[in-house]
C-alpha cells in the first residue's frame, strides 16, 4: 500500500507544477493581447485625430479650452506653437470686430410700481450637455453698482464685497493681471468706471477699450469706446472685457466652433424691459460641470431675451453670491478668488458709497503679483 501510495503523490505534485505553467502562460498571454490591444487602439486614435476632419475639431476644441484656462502654452503640443500663435491672433481679431457695430438697442425703465410686481433679484438654475449653472435675473437695472476692494494691494472676495457693502447679490466682474495665475487681484486689466467716475485707467497709450457696464439710466453698454464717449454716454458702472457676443438682438458667434472652448463663464446681457441677465457658468470639475463655450452662453442670454450681451471674466473667477452664501462652485481650488472688480445689486443703490481704492496710485506702480 506505501510503495503505490508515492507514485500518486508525484503525479499529483506534477499536475499541479503544470496547471501553475498553463495559467501563467496565459496570464502573460492577456497581458501580450492587452498591450496590442492598447497599442492598435492608440495607433487608430492618432489616426483619427490627426487625419480626419472630426480628429481635427476636437483638437481645436481642446486647444482652445486649454487656452482659456492657466496653462495656454499647453495648447501647442495639440495643434502646434504656430497653431496657437494663429488661434490666438484669430480670436482677438475676432472679438475686435465683434466690438464695432453701434448698439442701437434701446430699453423701457421699470418705473417703481412695476419693479414692486417681481423680486428685484430671481435666481434660474440651468443645465446643459456639457454645463451647470446660473442665470440671475436683475429687474431693475439701476439697482446694480460696482464693487472694488477695500484696501490698498489685494483684491477681495465678492462675497466679502457683498456682505461688506449689504448688497443682495453679486457676480465677478472684469479681468485683472494675474502673473504666473497667483495675482492678489488689485490690478485691473483697462479701466474701470465706478459712479459715473473713472477710477482706474491702465489703456497706456491705447485710446479706446473694450467696455462691459451700465449708464445712468440703466441701459446697458457692451463694446469698443474711447473714454471721452463713455463720458459722453453717462456710463456710471464699467469694467474692461471682451467679447460683446449679441448686439441689436442678434449673436455674434456662428457655432460651436467659434465658441472659445470649453470653461467656466459669466456674461453680462440685458432685455428690451431693460431687466440684467447675468449667467455664471461652473466648468473644470468632471461629473458635475466640464463647462460652457462662448456658442452656449450667448444661446442661453438669447433664450432669456437679451438683446445685447458681453463676456465677463470666467474661469476660476467665476462666482455668483446671493443673500451672503455662493451658489456656484468655483473651480479654483483655492475656493473664491481676490478680483478687483464685481457687480453688485443693492435695494438702496443711492446709499451706498464704494470709495476709489486706487486713487493716488499710477497703474504702472501696481505690482499685480505682489502678496
Not at 24 to 32: A, E, L
Not at 194 to 216: A, C, E, P, R, W
Request: aromatic share 8%.
Amino acid at each position: 500500500m506505501a510503495q503505490t501510495a508515492l507514485p500518486k503523490r508525484q503525479e499529483t505534485r506534477a499536475g499541479r507544477n503544470r496547471k501553475k505553467r498553463t495559467k501563467k502562460r496565459g496570464f502573460f498571454r492577456f497581458v501580450y493581447r492587452m498591450v496590442v490591444t492598447v497599442l492598435i487602439l492608440g495607433i487608430i486614435g492618432v489616426c483619427w485625430l490627426f487625419f480626419t476632419k472630426s480628429g481635427e475639431n476636437f483638437r481645436y476644441l481642446a486647444a482652445d479650452t486649454i487656452i482659456t484656462t492657466q496653462h495656454r502654452q499647453w495648447a501647442k503640443y495639440i495643434i502646434g506653437e504656430d497653431e496657437l500663435n494663429k488661434r490666438v491672433a484669430k480670436y482677438t481679431q475676432q472679438f475686435e470686430q465683434m466690438g464695432t457695430e453701434k448698439d442701437t438697442h434701446t430699453i423701457s425703465i421699470p418705473t417703481p410700481v412695476k419693479a414692486e410686481e417681481k423680486p428685484l433679484v430671481q435666481i434660474e438654475e440651468i443645465s446643459g450637455a456639457s454645463y451647470h449653472g446660473y442665470v440671475m435675473t436683475v429687474n431693475d437695472p439701476t439697482k446694480i453698482r460696482l464693487g472694488v476692494p477695500a484696501k490698498v494691494g489685494k483684491g477681495e472676495k465678492v462675497s466679502s464685497m457683498v456682505s461688506r457693502l449689504g448688497a443682495i447679490a453679486g457676480v465677478n466682474a472684469g479681468g485683472f493681471d494675474d502673473p504666473n495665475w497667483k495675482g492678489n487681484g488689485f490690478k485691473p486689466i483697462g479701466v474701470v468706471i465706478s459712479q459715473g467716475k473713472l477710477y482706474y485707467n491702465g489703456l497706456g497709450s491705447s485710446s479706446s477699450t473694450q467696455i462691459v457696464g451700465i449708464d445712468k439710466q440703466g441701459k446697458m453698454i457692451a463694446g469698443r469706446y474711447t473714454l471721452n464717449e463713455l463720458s459722453d454716454m453717462n456710463v456710471q458702472e464699467a469694467v474692461t472685457f471682451q467679447p460683446r457676443i449679441i448686439v441689436n438682438g442678434k449673436g455674434q458667434i456662428k457655432n460651436h466652433k467659434d465658441g472659445w472652448g470649453i470653461a467656466p463663464r459669466t456674461a453680462m446681457g440685458q432685455r428690451s424691459d431693460g431687466a440684467i441677465l447675468f449667467v455664471v457658468i461652473d466648468g473644470r470639475q468632471p461629473g458635475y460641470s466640464i463647462g460652457a463655450d462662448l456658442y452656449d452662453v450667448q444661446n442661453i442670454m438669447l433664450k432669456h431675451g437679451a438683446v445685447i450681451a458681453a463676456n465677463l471674466d470666467g474661469g476660476s473667477s467665476t462666482v455668483l453670491v446671493k443673500d451672503g452664501d455662493i451658489l456656484n462652485k468655483p473651480s479654483s481650488q483655492y475656493g473664491e478668488r481676490y478680483l478687483p472688480t464685481a457687480f453688485l445689486v443693492f435695494e438702496h443703490p443711492e446709499n451706498v458709497t464704494v470709495p476709489n481704492v486706487w486713487q493716488g496710485l499710477n497703474p504702472k506702480d501696481i505690482d499685480g503679483g505682489k502678496k
